[in-house]
């Protein structure tokens, strides 16, 4: 949900119109969790939840394990961003989404927070997977988001995740 809100904080920096959607399943830990954001250059009428999604952002891979149909309403020109160990050609051959990000965030995270907290790292790497939005209006976002020390730490955390990114294109 948050990472949600900071996509649409950094479009709107960007002029943008944009505004986020929350989806709450089961009220437990650990329980997947939705939350939709749509951007345009256009104001945005529709307000319902999102069924054909143009980028899917994957921050556990363990969901599909866990029921969890992350390929649901995806087309053929859907974009993914995942959170991954693997290669951007690794992810490719079991996604055929296009085109597809993969970034270890849990790793970069980890590196500089002592925590896998991959949502900050995830920002980076759906700006620079998508091109939707620019990488400063991301961190500057981030920053607003948390302020302080935190926020400068996560504003680096994007910036070196867009700049880790490797991008499969089809």
Avoid: Q
């Avoid at 749509?38 to 969901?63: G, H």
């Avoid at 620079?128 to 504003?155: R, S």
């Amino acid at each position: 949900m948050t990472a949600a809100k900071i996509v649409v904080a950094a479009a709107c920096k960007e002029g943008k119109h944009a505004h986020c959607i929350p989806s709450f399943t089961a009220e437990r830990r650990g329980a997947p969790v939705y939350s939709y954001a749509r951007i345009s250059e256009a104001p945005i009428d529709l307000r319902s939840f999102v069924y054909a999604p143009d980028c899917i952002m994957l921050f556990d891979m363990n969901l599909p394990e866990l029921g969890v149909d992350v390929r649901a309403g995806a087309g053929p020109d859907t974009l993914m961003v995942a959170n991954t160990e693997m290669t951007a050609e690794e992810l490719g051959a079991v996604y055929s989404f296009r085109p597809l990000g993969a970034v270890d965030a849990n790793r970069i995270a980890l590196e500089a927070l002592k925590v896998a907290i991959p949502n900050s790292a995830m920002l980076g790497a759906f700006c620079a997977t998508t091109g939707w939005v620019g990488i400063d209006a991301m961190a500057e976002a981030i920053a607003e988001t948390f302020p302080g020390k935190g926020g400068a730490v996560n504003a680096s955390i994007a910036r070196r995740a867009c700049a880790e990114t490797k991008i499969l294109r089809r």
